[in-house]
């Protein structure tokens, strides 16, 4: 059985960085993507930043230049670091991996980010 465990939210001041870790385990073949996506109160699920098994990289307007999506295979663990932090990136950020037997992909819990200003 999959299962996607995040980490590392938490409370930032505006200016500052978080880095987010999703870790999987369990058996996950043919990965497509891995992607970030986050929810703000009242506002639907968007994603963030994608990351291709081909190592292509997408990342939503809001976020370029500020967050950058990585992979270590070998710990089977995605990351988002964010930097720059803005009192809108407040949210639950989610993490998914999209494989070739689950095109809607494996859900972590999520875990809160919150930006003061």
């Known amino acids: 059985q999959v299962q996607l465990v995040e980490s590392g939210g938490g409370l930032v001041q505006a200016g500052g960085s978080l880095r987010l870790s999703c870790a999987a385990s369990?058996?996950?073949?043919?990965?497509?993507?891995m992607d970030w996506y986050r929810q703000a109160p009242g506002k639907q699920r968007d994603m963030v930043a994608r990351?291709?098994?081909?190592?292509?990289?997408n990342y939503a307007d809001s976020v370029k230049g500020r967050f950058t999506i990585s992979r270590d295979s070998a710990k089977n663990t995605v990351y988002l670091q964010m930097n720059s932090l803005k009192p809108d990136d407040t949210a639950v950020y989610y993490c998914?991996?999209?494989?070739?037997?689950?095109?809607?992909?494996?859900w972590g819990q999520g875990t809160q980010v919150t930006v003061s200003s």
């Open positions: 369990g058996s996950i073949f043919s990965i497509l993507t």
């Open positions: 998914r991996i999209m494989t070739m037997s689950n095109r809607q992909g494996y």
């Open positions: 990351l291709t098994s081909t190592g292509i990289t």
